[in-house]
């Protein structure tokens, strides 16, 4: 799924980002929206369309609709600022960014969601508003389409910022009696009226309403940026960027936010909102602001190559990863990296019932032109065994050519030139052809071995050279051949049609895997190359990886015994520091407290661990 498909529930900080872009088309004009002052559905007059070239610069921009207005005759481009902002069609604002005066506006807004078919006034949307400097101070804040619609968020305000204290407890710790039915009756209470987050001491809980909650504007995030302490303001994702980001600067030290959760809770989007807190808070250099761009880029491209369809989420990212935000030892961004964890391999070659592949699968094959289908021999999606071993359906909202627009916009905003891109979908074709190599088994009479396995259609095999750029003779030999290698001499014997197949499998998932990391390597690449002056600094790390799985009637495989080791692990952490190390600690300093009972995984961890124990050795 796309940003798209949420009809009412995207949410996240800006999704889509570009501030690079391609030399090619540079003779077309784009139109361009902009939003006087505020953004004002129902006034026309408020909103001028321009034709700019793709190269037009915010700069620029800010210019051409200071020449078309006669109010504001005389002014200085340097007064005026352009936001890109997010939010509902009424005018709620979900999200702001400052462009950079050398951004390109028609790249920004090419990365954009497409908004879904339906729209209603929860559907949230991009658009750019055009602003003096002084706006903000003089009036306190953004201003809304509306007097209604202003007054009513800012009663979600005054609802958000005075939660009853009696009935609900904003902190788990707080309540008189601590067990699991009071526990989920308070989280119950709290969500119904409006309030998805809780915390539980330093945790955060957070309930996902699956709908828009205008909790993430900047309104919050001002109130925000000041509250070192955790409870000092009702809980929010935001305090605890705030509390990591002043815990760095206070005592110098590395700080890490942990989100755990089972798919479709909303980890992707607690880390987008994370990251959006923890950018704005520094006091931005070009740094900061390059960094957040990159960063904000990469996103829709990670999204395509690593997230899928599943039971239960639209867009699950089959992946782990952890984010670091580099920061200067003054507080500023001075760049960020991203490291991912066991991309869901088995995916590749076969998808549960009601699952798909991985996105940009079928965005190539519905948005790739005539030309580039002649180029990638590329064939419709129910030709591929990867793709067709389950009954096809359409994403409703997702519209997967617009797709496949867009995230050749994001690539190249984070660097991947147009014959990158090329070799990038030369390979997805090549994964999915390899998946149509069939193999048979040729009797030899006379000769022993009978279970050989030969290529049925050794025309795919040429196609799939072609793309990887390597001999036909040597794909071949690699699909059928094994080689031993004995003490004086290599014996080559062929596999047997099942070994073959595999091996044709491992080797999609295989080039799979490599281009995943290839791209991840790239967008390091683009996020460290920012700041080469950083000294010595500290780094806020996000990790947001799988939460336990167990996927029910299908057995789950060794990708589920590796994620579920992985918070076995987490959980034996938490354990320690939580339960374990907090009591230790009470009874060296003589405080009277009686221990809780916590469900020790120790033995369940240590299973893995030890050698002599299990099989497959963990580090
Ligand atoms: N804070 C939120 N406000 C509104 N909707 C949300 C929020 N968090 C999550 N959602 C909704 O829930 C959906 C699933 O969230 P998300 O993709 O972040 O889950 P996830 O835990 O990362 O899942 P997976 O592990 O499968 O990747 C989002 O697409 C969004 O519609």
């Known amino acids: 799924m796309s940003f798209d ?74 007064d005026f600022d352009l936001f890109e902002m997010m939010g509902t069609p009424d005018g709620q604002t979900y999200k702001e960014r400052r462009l950079d005066p050398g951004e390109y506006p028609v790249a920004v807004q090419a990365i954009w969601s497409r ?27 953004t201003r809304f389409g509306s007097a209604e619609v202003a007054s009513s968020i800012d009663a979600f305000l005054t609802k958000f910022l005075v ?23 308070n989280l119950r209470e709290r969500f119904a009226n409006g309030h998805i987050y809780t915390y539980i001491g330093p ?109 239960t989420n639209n867009n699950s990212s089959r992946f782990g990863k952890f984010i670091k935000i580099n920061y200067r030892e003054n507080g500023m961004v ?134 990887l750029h390597i001999r036909t003779e040597t794909l071949m030999q690699a699909l059928t051949m094994k080689r031993h290698v004995m003490k004086t001499e290599t014996v080559v014997l062929r596999y047997s049609v099942s070994e073959a197949t595999n091996t044709r499998d491992a080797m999609a998932k295989c080039i799979y895997n490599s281009l995943f990391h290839y791209i991840v390597l790239r967008i390091n690449q683009a996020l460290l190359k920012k700041d080469f002056s950083a000294g010595k600094g500290y780094y806020i790390g996000i990790l947001d990886i799988f939460g336990f799985e167990d996927v029910g009637a299908q057995c789950n495989s060794f990708e589920q015994l590796c994620i579920n080791y992985a918070n076995e692990k987490l959980q034996s952490y938490f354990n320690q520091h939580i339960f374990q190390f907090e009591q230790e600690e009470y009874l060296k300093e003589g405080i009277s407290w009686t221990n809780i009972e916590y469900t020790d995984n120790t033995e369940c961890v240590q299973l893995f661990q030890v050698r002599e124990e299990f099989q497959i050795h963990f580090h």
């Open 5 to 78: 498909s949420i009809s009412a529930g995207a949410t996240g900080c800006f999704p889509r980002r570009a501030h690079t872009i391609n030399a090619t088309d540079d003779a077309h004009t784009h139109t361009v929206a902009v939003y006087m002052h505020s953004f004002n559905p129902d006034c026309e007059n408020d909103t001028v369309h321009l034709e700019v070239h793709k190269r037009c610069t915010t700069e620029e921009l800010i210019e051409k609709v200071l020449a078309g207005r006669a109010e504001l005759e005389g002014q200085s481009v340097q």
């Open 203 to 311: 945790i955060l809980v957070a309930v996902n309403p699956f709908c828009f909650f205008p909790i993430y504007n900047p309104k919050y995030a001002r109130l925000y940026f000041q509250s070192k302490r955790l409870g000092s303001l009702p809980p929010h994702i935001f305090a605890i960027a705030d509390v990591c980001y002043h815990n760095m600067l206070r005592i110098k030290e590395n700080q890490c936010v942990v989100i755990s959760g089972e798919s479709g809770s909303g980890k992707t989007e607690s880390t987008n909102h994370l990251m959006s807190h923890l950018i704005s808070l520094s006091q931005k250099g070009s740094t900061g602001c390059s960094t957040e761009q990159t960063l904000l880029s990469a996103g829709p491209v990670l999204e395509a190559f690593g997230n899928a369809v599943t039971l």
């Open 115 to 141: 908004l879904p078919v339906v729209v209603d006034s929860a559907t949230p949307k991009n658009r750019f508003v055009f602003r003096h400097r002084g706006y903000r101070a003089a009036t306190g804040g």
């Open 334 to 467: 001075s760049g960020a990296n991203v490291e991912i964890y066991l991309l869901e391999k088995s995916r590749i070659i076969f998808q549960t019932k009601g699952e798909r592949n991985y996105h940009v699968f079928y965005y190539l094959l519905e948005g790739a032109d005539e030309e580039e289908r002649k180029k990638y021999f590329l064939l419709k999606p129910n030709d591929y065994k990867y793709l067709n071993q389950n009954e096809p359906f359409v994403l409703e909202g997702v519209n997967e050519r617009n797709e496949f627009d867009r995230l050749r916009h994001a690539m190249s905003s984070v660097g991947f030139c147009a014959k990158t891109q090329q070799t990038i979908f030369g390979i997805i074709s090549a994964v999915l052809l390899l998946g149509n190599i069939t193999y048979i088994k040729v009797s030899r009479h006379g000769y022993h071995s009978d279970e050989s396995g030969y290529i049925e259609n050794e025309e795919v095999v040429d196609l799939v050279a072609n793309l």
């Open 163 to 185: 939660q009853p204290q009696d009935r609900e407890y904003a902190d788990l710790c707080m309540l008189p009696e601590l067990t699991e039915q009071t526990l989920l009756d």
